[in-house]
């Protein structure tokens, strides 16, 4: 058994429909799952998506569940963090994804013209973690060897490097279909 | 908890359909997310649009498909006018 979190706003779907009850059902279930779908499940805004994402981390889910509300959570109308405890044997129809893993599943040799990797200073991955907090570094020039010339130019980030920091900044897993309500144990209140 | 900060939307983004932006706020410094308030045929949603900052994009539905379609299309703009109130009172980290 692994103990993850998944933390919902005032307003939204699942704050007037209890997961222990109802479970926690994608938003489009009949969608076809793949390493792309989950990387703009996590990278992007794209909220048509096969997948449910929950969280390793108390305290990702506390800031979502008080942040993403679509009105201010209060004493009498609170966000939730609800507690999901998945099992070591998944029941047949959910798949619970790494997205890191995943992403890295797609990933061609370090040789190829276009990776993943960056081209930007060491202090990058910080705009790509926080890109409205730490835009500088996100949109920083890239340095080039002296004397190479070519366009000035912020570094190079691809769909596959947003999704691996965001995953990991967000303890980020991913399961294909619904979350069962009885894998939903416990609910807190978040003011 | 901290008080609710906000920026004024009105007349800075263009309605979309009969949405009509009214104001973004925040209570937690520094948040990802912001709430879109909004008036949709001339009054004020109980409800807001959740802004998520790193994504640049409105995660929410309002409405139709089409109506939805070009208020998540505002996101940009919202963007850029609630960023810059935040670079210019210090609240981004750079």
């Known amino acids: ?152 130019r912020s570094a190079v980030l691809t769909l596959e490097l947003e999704t691996l920091v965001r995953a990991l900044r967000d303890a980020e897993v991913l399961v294909v279909g619904t979350v069962p309500a009885a894998f939903v144990t416990v609910r807190h209140a978040i003011v | 908890m901290p008080d609710i900060k906000s920026v004024d939307l009105r007349g800075k983004i263009p309605d979309a359909g009969a949405v009509h932006f009214l104001r973004a706020e925040w209570k937690v410094p520094q948040s990802r997310f912001v709430i879109v308030r909004f008036a949709l045929d001339n009054k004020e949603q109980l409800l807001g649009l959740r802004l998520d900052l790193d994504k640049r994009a409105i995660l929410d539905d309002v409405k139709d498909e089409e109506t939805s379609a070009a208020v998540k299309a505002r996101a940009e703009q919202i963007w850029n006018i609630v960023i810059s109130y935040r670079q210019e009172r210090r609240e981004t980290y750079i």
Do not use: W
């Not at chain 1, 305290?59 to 609170?78: D, H, I, N």
């Not at chain 1, 099992?87 to 890295?104: C, Q, T």
């Not at chain 1, 973690?129 to 730490?134: E, F, G, H, Q, V």
């Not at chain 1, 080039?144 to 366009?151: D, E, K, N």
């Open chain 1, 1 to 152: 058994m692994a103990l993850f979190f998944k933390g919902v706003g005032v307003g939204t779907f699942l704050h007037g429909n209890d997961p222990r009850i109802i479970g926690i059902p994608p938003r489009a279930p009949a969608i076809l799952y793949n390493a792309g779908v989950a990387m703009r499940h996590i990278a992007r805004g794209t909220t048509v998506s096969p997948c449910v994402s929950l969280t390793r981390s108390y305290g990702v889910a506390y800031m979502y569940a008080r942040e993403a509300s679509l009105t201010f959570p209060s004493t009498t109308t609170p966000a939730y963090v609800y507690e999901v405890d998945i099992p070591d044997r998944l029941p047949a129809g959910i798949r619970l994804i790494d997205p890191v893993k995943a992403v890295a599943a797609t990933l061609p040799s370090p040789v190829t013209s276009l990776s993943y990797f960056h081209d930007g200073d060491k202090d990058f991955i910080l705009g790509v973690a926080s890109p409205s907090l730490m835009a500088t570094h996100l949109n920083a020039p890239v340095r080039q060897p002296p004397g190479s010339g070519g366009a000035a």
